[in-house]
């Protein structure tokens, strides 16, 4: 499988787009941890929202898929009615289908919807709004950057 590294420069790039596309308005942002962290921030940061959660997900073993998507660490929304769910890709789908569920199941008068920078057309699920269509499997700066090798720790 082909990888494409990503950059920050892209990253924020991408960010501001997404901002552009992004037509509703919302009173909190939940982050899928690990890959939507650092968008649900800049997101936070330009719409001016406090409210911005993170709910946690194991899906991936590394590069492997596992077979079920493990959703916990659910935030409290007990004043939201509009959220925006963010990650870093739609990959499968499996993911945002499984928090969907889990959010939906524990709010039931909450509307979510998805953005995410990166979306795979063969997913079981499309985000509202994404920025690019993945192709390839990608690696992002904030997990290659900070695996490489560091001369001043001796890492």
């Keep these: 499988m082909q990888h494409i590294y990503y950059p920050y420069g892209d990253f924020l ?13 919302f009173d909190a942002i939940i982050a899928i941890a690990r890959g939507g962290l650092g968008l649900a921030q800049l997101l936070g940061e330009y719409y001016d929202l ?10 991936y073993d590394d590069t492997t898929k596992l077979e079920a998507v493990k959703v916990f660490n659910i935030p409290e929304l007990n004043d939201a009615k509009e959220v925006l769910v963010v990650d ?12 969907l569920k889990v ?15 990166f979306y ?3 997913a079981k699920i499309a985000p509202n709004w994404y920025v690019r269509e993945a192709k390839e499997w990608i690696d992002f700066f904030w997990t290659v950057d900070m695996k490489k090798n560091d001369n001043a720790t001796g890492k």
Excluded: C
Aim: proline share 2%.
């Design 50 to 59: 406090r409210a911005v959660y993170g709910i946690n997900t194991i899906g």
């Design 120 to 122: 795979k057309k063969s």
């Design 103 to 117: 959010l939906e199941q524990t709010y039931p008068n909450v509307t979510f919807k998805i953005a995410s920078l």
């Design 13 to 25: 790039s991408d960010t501001k787009q997404l901002t552009q596309k992004i037509d509703w308005k």
């Design 88 to 99: 870093d890709i739609v990959d499968s789908g499996d993911t945002v289908i499984e928090v």
